[in-house]
């Protein structure tokens, strides 16, 4: 391995030598480093001295030794080249190929009969491969798995599907060694622990790979932000000195925005500025066709576009050497995301990665100098593993049927391995089997849920063929809600669009989409034909993809810098930028604090308006909100509008309400807090939408077969279907459970909401009446407005708020 590399020029790092060590020890691990600073060789060259001192390279190629899983199809030709290499030049007749879903059949043919030395897949593809009748011999020969950017699969189902088709080539080699890659995490420990699972033998190694990378982060600081500010106030006022940062670059610009819609509007405002720049600059996001991200990734490697405006599509590990920096627009609301970013430039050893966050409203503004704070601070989120979720344990179960069977005291003891799993009670596991074996207690009658069922030898073995089929076309836990291909009149693919944005359109309807903007025409076999418009007006699409909230981390930084200008410390450039807003607000009531909680009351044409500011992102405010609407109403009835945003909620009535017990704290008490949560929303309709994410992973819904895909509206009803039947006739169903929780945990945060209950406790209440709305409650109020008001109702009420506002504070 030293003379390969110094063949390149090139010297190990002192983590690299740690991670060869404990590879030739046969350890399993994690490690930690920064992005570009060479974590891919780090454990692809000591595998590969492994294993060529365990099989002395022959003429003829080795069979499957090594798998390396990637969340992301973009990342797997990117991860193919690099393990190339060193593999042509020590290795020349060992193979290695990819199996993800973009495989052509032919390759996957010629795999079928004979797999590569070296696999580079997905997680959905692995489980695929378990379901093959030779699973068994055809995998045990695996000696290495590498999971990249662990990071982005462990706190999702994927990650479970991972850790659970992980306890299964354990089973096929118990000397399995296992890798994960990462850059951002926080919870380094238990992360490696939930992907090498729990095996008696050797503990996991984790190594950090600390190496002297810059990482540079400032702020594009808006002229003149004001006073008062709200969500997308400076949004188009800094379109043009994004555009004038982009032209002083001499490399690639890569401008990540947080949503699909986002990216689309700031390549058009790139575009309006700049109409020379057509063909320079492009549009990157996962609703685009494939052959237009490709064609976007190469002319990213190769060093041909001067921008590219991109979402989460770009943040992995695909390395593209010639980006100088990254233009973060709007808040990252997390600081493992800002260094992520980051890493997108400057993506080698030794070279310095820089990221600029350009503001949309003055709370970002500060929010930007937290995050730099708090990134140079290394105060990185934790990642958490879901909790059992029996979903997925229903479809490995089939997967594992499929694939040469299973004895039920051997597969409960390999699922327990799983680190999600690890609190599986055998009274779970045996819901579960009966559930695949025959539809549990209420769908006894119908044969299309008797899946697996147990043969003479006491295995569990799936014997319908058609059921053989949809379960493989249904492998996976990535459930969006049904897209439709975009097609021109005149042929060829543009993307897709969630069905439900394409439902609201009638013909005639312009909208931009890929950069372009088209002219609906009519739906026709789940596709929308679209023309090239020739007005110049359009919407733009929403996407599912709800919006980001702000993570405790980013929430406490926050705090902090607050507290700075609180004590007239206006030390960070951000902080003066964002000076007359914070001397407005100190002036009008009071700055939040981290030792304080802030609540404004104010009285309107609208009614009686409280404001409370916990900072502790949008999710957690719904719940407490709709919480402390519900308590107030317990002790005097009464009826209320909400508005949430990252820093806090609002209150409205039209009847004057008692603030005692907000000012006493009994509203932010913990007791019989799960009970006044799911009594205070519609958590029935939160769980039923749970449920149809939970029915298509379990197998009840199936999606359709390829080119008949099912509508969303027939998949929501099916599942609604199942949802009604099990609450009637099977209320002891574990799925339904599993949907309580997941609202729970997932939607409401309730680990968050009661941590957050708790610190606004032990706070010191800062209670203050307005004559005017705050440049804290302005947004909330906009919040509110914008679901009732079109954009010019919205500016003329705005305009007099504003004018009444200076015309009495001067």
């Known amino acids: 391995m030293q003379a390969w590399l110094a063949g390149r020029g090139w ?11 404990a590879i030739a020890e046969g350890r399993s691990g994690m490690l930690h480093a920064t992005t570009g600073s060479g974590k891919t060789y780090a454990v692809w060259l000591g595998m590969l001295a492994q294993l060529l001192e365990r099989h002395p390279p022959a003429k003829s190629a080795e069979p499957l030794r090594v798998v390396w899983l990637t969340p992301m199809r973009a990342l797997a030709s990117d991860t193919t080249k690099a393990l190339t290499e060193p593999l042509g030049a020590l290795a020349p007749a060992w193979t290695i190929g990819q199996r993800t879903g973009d495989t052509p059949s032919a390759e996957r043919a010629r795999q079928d009969r004979r797999f590569p030395t070296v696999l580079v897949t997905t997680p959905e593809s692995l489980t695929l491969m378990l379901t093959r009748d030779e699973a068994r011999s055809e995998l045990q020969g695996i000696e290495y798995v590498v999971v990249d950017e662990w990071h982005e699969l462990i706190g999702s189902k994927r990650g479970v599907q991972a850790q659970l088709a992980l306890a299964r080539l354990r089973r096929f080699n118990p000397g399995l060694v296992t890798w994960g890659l990462s850059a951002t995490l926080g919870n380094l420990e238990q992360a490696t622990q939930v992907l090498c699972g729990l095996q008696p033998d050797l503990p996991p190694k984790l190594v950090r790979g600390k190496i002297d990378k810059t990482l540079v982060i400032d702020t594009l600081i808006p002229p003149d932000p004001g006073k008062y500010s709200w969500a997308g106030h400076l949004g188009a006022r800094m379109q043009q000195p994004v555009v004038d940062e982009i032209a002083r670059s001499s490399g690639t610009t890569l401008v990540f925005t947080n949503v699909r819609s986002q990216a689309e509007i700031w390549y058009q405002l790139l575009l309006e500025a700049k109409p020379e720049w057509a063909g320079e600059i492009a549009l990157h996001h996962g609703s685009l066709d494939k052959a237009t991200r490709e064609w976007v990734e190469q002319g990213l490697k190769e060093g041909r576009l001067r921008a590219v405006v991109a979402t989460s599509s770009l943040d992995l590990g695909v390395d593209f050497l010639p980006v100088e920096r990254v233009l973060q627009i709007g808040s990252p609301k997390g600081v493992a995301r800002i ?9 080698a050893p030794g070279r310095a990665s820089r990221l600029t966050l350009v503001p949309t409203h003055t709370m970002e503004i500060i929010e930007a100098a937290a995050a730099r704070r708090a990134a140079y601070a290394g105060r990185v989120e934790r990642r958490e593993a879901p909790d059992k979720p ?7 179960l089939v997967t594992i049927a499929l694939g040469g069977g299973f004895r039920p005291d051997e597969m409960f003891a390999e699922v327990c391995t799983a680190w999600s799993y690890r609190e599986l009670t055998r009274a779970e596991f045996n819901w579960a089997l009966v559930f695949c ?12 849920y008797h899946r697996i069922t147990l043969d003479e030898d006491g295995v569990y073995r799936v014997r319908d063929r058609a059921i053989a089929r949809r379960h493989k076309l249904g492998i996976g836990t990535i459930v969006s809600d049904a897209s439709m291909q975009v097609k021109y009149m005149t042929g060829g693919n543009i993307g897709t669009i969630e069905e439900g944005f394409i439902a609201r359109l009638r013909k005639g309807d312009c909208f931009f989409f890929a950069g372009r903007l088209l002219e609906f025409i009519r739906v026709q076999d789940m596709a929308a034909y679209v023309k090239k418009a020739t007005r110049n007006k359009g919407t733009v699409p929403t996407w599912q993809g709800s919006k980001m909230a702000l993570s405790t981390e980013m929430g406490d930084a926050v705090l902090e810098m607050m507290q700075s200008a609180a004590q007239g410390d206006f030390f960070e450039p951000e902080l003066q930028a964002a000076r007359p807003m914070l001397e407005t607000q100190a002036r009008l009531s009071r700055i939040p604090t981290p ?7 104010f009285r309107s044409r609208e009614g009686y308006h409280l404001y409370v500011y916990p900072f502790a992102g ?4 719904l719940g407490l909100a709709s919480l402390l609407a519900w308590r107030l109403a317990k002790e005097r009835p009464n009826t209320f509008s909400m508005s949430v945003n990252d820093y806090g909620f609002e209150l409205v009535s039209a009847e004057e309400f008692d603030l005692a017990p907000v000012l006493d704290k009994r509203v932010f008490a913990t007791a019989d807090l799960l009970g006044d949560v799911l009594a205070s929303l519609n958590s029935s309709e939160l769980a039923q939408r749970r449920f149809r994410e939970i029915a298509r992973v379990a197998g009840l819904v199936f999606s359709g077969y390829p080119g008949q895909p099912k509508s969303a509206r027939q998949l929501q009803a099916s599942s609604g279907l199942f949802f009604e039947v099990f609450r009637k006739y099977d209320s002891g169903n574990l799925l339904l459970t599993q949907a309580d929780k997941e609202v729970l945990s997932q939607e409401l945060e309730i680990g968050r909401l009661r941590a957050t209950l708790k610190k606004l406790g032990a706070r010191t209440m800062d209670f203050v009446e307005l004559r005017h709305p705050s440049p804290m409650s302005l947004p909330l109020m906009v919040e509110r407005f914008r679901e009732k008001l079109t954009t010019e109702q919205l500016s003329t009420r705005l305009d007099r708020i504003l004018r009444d506002m200076e015309a009495d504070t001067g």
């Not at 074996?437 to 299309?448: K, Q």
């Open 11 to 21: 010297n190990a790092f002192e983590f690299q030598r740690e991670v060869w060590q």
């Open 339 to 347: 260094m992520q970013r980051a890493g997108r430039s400057g993506h």
């Open 390 to 396: 029996l979903d997925v344990l229903v479809q490995h």
């Open 437 to 448: 074996e025959r539809g549990g207690e209420s769908l006894n009658a119908y044969p299309d």
């Open 595 to 601: 030792g304080t909680v802030l609540v404004e009351t």
């Open 618 to 621: 949008r999710h957690v405010h």
